[in-house]
């Protein structure tokens, strides 16, 4: 029997860890947690039981002789980064603590603490309708994924928040939507969710954002 045949007659688990193992093999460390962390925010997974699990193996007992032997994967616990994190989701709050940012300046450009999270800045930069609709686009992915776990936004939800800040062009949003592929997925009957790629920009958005406004 040759490989091909073994793995075709394999459960669909294994063939995906074969898949994933051959995609990742050849990156570096760093480049493969990224793959990682980002592939499972964007399918809505929660891996903290896994790393919770992984970071009790690896910690010290305390010592009888003296104070607790430090973790060697010890964190901060989510709540540190805010007093107020009612309505915000589990992934939503990790990509929170990974990214040092903190609720009280998200606040400035959405709607925390509602039933449903959302896009509130008072203006969103760019120099034309493309710039603005694509950072609408961004921005509005990070107040889907603050609020489910997935940046994942309707076209009428897009639409809408174009219009709000001046960023919908009825001639070209469709093609802009074309061009902005790697950084959003999906279709006008689906929806719209932001990449891997897509996330990153908006962090560095995010960040971007609450940097100029907290330095007025």
Known sequence: MTSDEKIAGEPPE??????VYAALKTLDPQAR???LRYSSELLGLDLSPITEARDTAVSLPASEEGPS??????????QEHSDDTDGINAVALRWIKRNDLD????????SLGVEEIDLVARSVPGRSKRERMRNVMLLKGVAAYLGTGVARISHDQLKEACMHYNAYDSNNSAAYLKEFSPEVSGSKESGFTLTARGLTLATDLVRELIGGQSSK
């Not at 294994?14 to 898949?19: E, L, P, W």
């Not at 032997?69 to 989510?78: C, G, K, N, R, V």
Request: no cysteine; net charge positive.
């Open 69 to 78: 032997q430090t973790s060697f994967a010890t964190s901060p616990p989510l």
């Open 103 to 110: 609720t009280k300046s998200l606040q400035k450009l959405f």
């Open 33 to 35: 947690l990224r793959v």
């Open 14 to 19: 294994i063939k995906a860890i074969s898949a």
